[in-house]
Nanobody, 124 residues
Framework: QVQLLESGGGLVQAGGSLRLSCAAS????????MGWLRQAPGKEREFVAV????????VYTDSVKGRFTISRDNAKNTVALQMNSLKPEDTAVYYC?????????????????WGQGTQVTVSS
């Protein structure tokens, strides 16, 4: 069983930056792909970014490419999401998730373990 705990959310002005962190316990993350997904009020949960177990493969949703960077440190059992040039439309609850490697990484059902989420609010 993997437990995930996100931190780093908050309120920031448009154009600002935030760094989200996800700490895992209960199991090493080394065999899992790690993703960040987000859910805005009234909307479905959507894919943001994913990183392979080695960190050598990453995928981003188009709306965050060039602004967000996902990274992981398997020795520390952590995953991070650096978010720059934030926009009001980035406002959402951000979830860290872990899953076995599959082609479903861009969908919530591709992940088996979830954190509780951290709120990111970007003001205009």
């Amino acid at each position: 069983q993997v437990q995930l705990l996100e931190s780093g959310g908050g309120l920031v002005q448009a154009g600002g930056s935030l760094r989200l962190s996800c700490a895992a316990s209960g199991h090493t993350l080394g065999s899992y792909v790690m993703g960040w997904l987000r859910q805005a009020p009234g909307k479905e949960r959507e894919f943001v970014a994913v990183i392979s177990w080695s960190g050598g493969w990453t995928v981003y949703t188009d709306s965050v490419k060039g602004r967000f960077t996902i990274s992981r440190d398997n020795a520390k059992n952590t995953v991070a999401l650096q978010m720059n040039s934030l926009k009001p439309e980035d406002t959402a609850v951000y979830y860290c998730a872990a899953g076995v490697p599959s082609t479903s990484y861009s969908r919530p059902e591709g992940y088996s373990y979830w954190g509780q989420g951290t709120q990111v609010t970007v003001s205009s």
